[in-house]
Structure formats: C-alpha cells, structure tokens
C-alpha cells in the first residue's frame, strides 16, 4: 500500500473510481469498522451496487480481491487485533476481567445464534438428516473441526454420520454418493473455493446439502439447498475464532437433539452400546 492506510488510498484515489464505486467508498469510509466482519454479498446491497462492482473498487485499490481488501481495513481498524479482546477495553487490565471477556463473547455467540435460530429450516434439515441413507459432513481449514465434532456427536446415537478431512476424499466421496444420501456443509464465511467445489458437485447429483454458515446471501449458501446461520462475528484475523466455533456447535447440538427426539428408543440402545463397549477404556 506505499505506506499509505487504506482509507487514505481510497481518499488519494476518489475522483479516479466510476459513480458506482464512489458509492462503495462512500460507504467504507464511514463505516470501515463494520465492513471488515461482512461477506461480499452484504457489502453490495449496503452500497447498492454489484458484486462486480465490489471486485472492481477493490483492484482499483492495487488489492487482489475482496478479502485482501478486508484484511487491510482490519489492519487500520482500532477495533480489530489478532487478540480477541480489545487492547485497553474496560475489564481487561486483570485476568479475571479478562476471563469474564471471554466468557461474554462466548455468551453473545450462542445467544445470536439462538436468536438467528429459524424453525422451519432446523425442521427441513433434521427431515433431510433422517431420510438420508449416508451424511457426510464436510468443512475445510477450521471448519474441518466443525465437521470432526458433527460427525462424531451424531455418531453416539446414528451409524450413517461420518466426515473426510481431505478436499479430494470430499469430492471423490460426493460423485458416489446417492440421491438419497445428504451432506453438512460447514463454512463461516460461505465463499471458499472448496465449499463452492463441494455444493457445485453435490447440486449436479441432486444430494441434498445443509449449510451452516454466517453469511445467508453468501456464493454458498446461493448453492445450498437448507441455510443454517450461526452468530458471531470474526474478523480477517481471527479465523475459526473460538466463539464462532460455539455458534457453531450450538447449531449442531440443535440438529443433534431434534433428531435424538424423533428416534428415542433407538438413540438411547445406541448410546448405551457404545457406553459398554467403551467402558474397559476407563480406569
């Protein structure tokens, strides 16, 4: 950036960018705390323009794309830092202060999430979970461990749950995989290449796919036949950030119940076999 902050290369570069790329600096320069935490797709109906629009103001900025672009408004926000909590907010100059920020970060996430929390599409999702001969439960980077932990909590009362750590095993899986078989699909920010790749194949083979996910008009969830949103905000340098990995799992423990309810009796046997065969596993 030639030493300059970014907002100050939007203002050195203004009079260059079309109207319709104004209106995005327009909206940046006033709200750069905000756009940090926002998919491409939020940012374009903010400002009333096109994504395209959105790549176009970002190379006009010498940037590579979008996310390069958020990732330089999080190195001038004050707001943003690598750490979680804010340097020299209030209650954080102690260890339990700082624990008790913590905690609060972890509470607001699960609470956004219940909030955000739509019965309709939990009640289409469990429908397509308990129909489904298989379900693969895919992520990649920290999302990864978000398919680890779905999988193996189902695994406790269900034997068609399980997930593939590796994106070529994921695609390799999916082009055998029948129509009657299902996939969870875990992407906070709903735009990467892989979970695009993952939706793209599954779509082609009418395999169901529930997406959990921050960003509901994101590239995947556009792709996605059930749309799940968890809360949380994470910033371009906090990836697979704790809190969000609760919102997460909230989201999973929903699932996890409604489908523990409708099959009780078969739950509980299952839970109780693997308790016994488990057992001389313990001291």
Do not use: W
């Amino acid at each position: 950036m030639d030493g300059q902050s970014i907002l100050e290369q939007i203002h050195a570069s203004y009079y260059q960018l079309t109207a319709a790329e104004r209106k995005v600096a327009d909206y940046v320069l006033t709200q750069y705390a905000d756009v940090q935490y926002m998919s491409i797709t939020q940012l374009a109906e903010e400002c009333g323009v096109a994504e395209a629009t959105i790549s176009r103001f970002c190379r006009s900025l010498k940037l590579k794309g979008f996310n390069a672009f958020k990732m330089e408004l999080a190195r001038h926000s004050v707001s943003s830092s690598v750490a979680p909590l804010k340097q020299n907010a209030p209650g954080t100059d102690t260890f339990q202060g700082r624990c008790h920020q913590i905690g609060q970060l972890a509470i607001e996430a699960v609470n956004q999430t219940l909030e955000l929390a739509d019965e309709a599409s939990i009640t289409h999702a469990v429908d397509c979970l308990e129909q489904a001969g298989r379900v693969l439960c895919i992520g990649n980077g920290g999302s990864l461990l978000m398919a680890c932990e779905c999988a193996h909590h189902f695994s406790t009362i269900s034997n068609k749950f399980y997930y593939l750590p590796d994106s070529h095993m994921q695609l390799s899986a999916i082009a055998t995989m029948n129509q009657s078989d299902a996939i969870i699909l875990f992407s906070y920010s709903g735009a990467t290449i892989n979970s695009l790749e993952v939706l793209e194949l599954a779509k082609s083979r009418n395999i169901r796919t529930i997406l959990i996910t921050r960003f509901p008009k994101s590239p995947a969830a556009k792709l996605a036949d059930i749309v799940l949103r968890c809360g949380s905000n994470e910033g371009p340098f906090q990836p697979g950030s704790n809190p969000a990995k609760m919102a997460q799992l909230v989201l999973v423990d929903v699932l996890y119940q409604e489908f523990y309810y409708r099959h009780p009796e078969d739950s509980e046997r299952n839970i109780e076999n693997i308790a016994s065969a488990l057992a001389c596993k313990h001291i």
